[in-house]
């Protein structure tokens, strides 16, 4: 394909990214590449060594010694992506708390992003793909022919977030995820290796009160109306 077509979608935790990226790519057609799934999988290689998620000089060298891959998913897999490090697949380790957290961690690590951003590139060139995370417009396809900022209130990010994880760790609150997910708004927002910010030509999508069919259709048609479909 001489002119693939190419979706950056960012935004902050919670606001429906993977789930409208796996959607909309399926609905069209496309190669999904979750960026999220990397970071998470380095984080869980932190946990295999034993190396605390912040602690930069040891975490850096780790993406020498593991290979990260992102894979179509097994037929019986209950994600839209698979996760291999080396001959692993570890999809089904990466969604913790945890590893959540350790994500973001390692994600404000300057090394760390320039390597993953190479690697998301290596991985995107030439493919029609639906690619999401935190810098994918900024960094990996300033290119994109569509990239949107998908965004949603504080209150209802971090209502997904509890709902999400509840059963994993039911003491957890309410208030105490929305205090946790301010947490990681700042951290993401505010880190020095290419924050998290909507930019000029984003097109934002607040899904706050949209059901996830309802966000995919809407996309769809934000891709009609500039001629992309």
């Not at 040891?58 to 179509?72: E, H, Q």
């Not at 417009?137 to 209150?155: D, F, H, M, N």
């Amino acid at each position: 394909m001489d002119n693939p077509l190419q979706i950056a979608i960012d935004g902050p935790v919670s606001s429906g990214k993977s789930d409208i990226s796996g959607r909309l790519a399926k609905e069209l057609g496309l190669t999904y590449l979750y960026t999220g799934a990397m970071y998470r999988a380095l984080a869980w290689i932190c946990v295999q060594e034993g190396v605390s998620f912040k602690d930069a000089p040891n975490v850096y060298p780790l993406l020498a010694k593991y290979s990260i891959d992102l894979r179509p998913p097994a037929k019986d897999g209950s994600h839209g992506f698979a996760v291999w490090v080396g001959n692993t697949d570890v999809t089904d380790k990466l969604f913790t708390p945890a590893m959540s957290q350790g994500s973001s961690d390692v994600s404000t690590i300057p090394q760390v992003r320039k390597f993953m951003v190479a690697r998301q590139q290596e991985l995107a060139r030439g493919k029609s793909v639906v690619m999401e995370g935190r810098d994918i417009g900024l960094r990996v396809l300033p290119q994109a022919q569509l990239k949107i900022y998908l965004t949603a209130s504080l209150e209802e990010r971090a209502r997904r977030r509890w709902n999400q994880y509840k059963t994993k760790d039911p003491t957890k609150t309410l208030a105490q995820e929305i205090d946790e997910t301010k947490i990681r708004d700042t951290q993401d927002t505010s880190r020095a290796a290419d924050p998290l910010q909507k930019l000029p030509d984003a097109w934002e999508l607040d899904t706050t009160d949209m059901t996830q069919e309802q966000v995919v259709d809407a996309i769809i048609q934000e891709l009609k109306r500039r001629n992309l479909l």
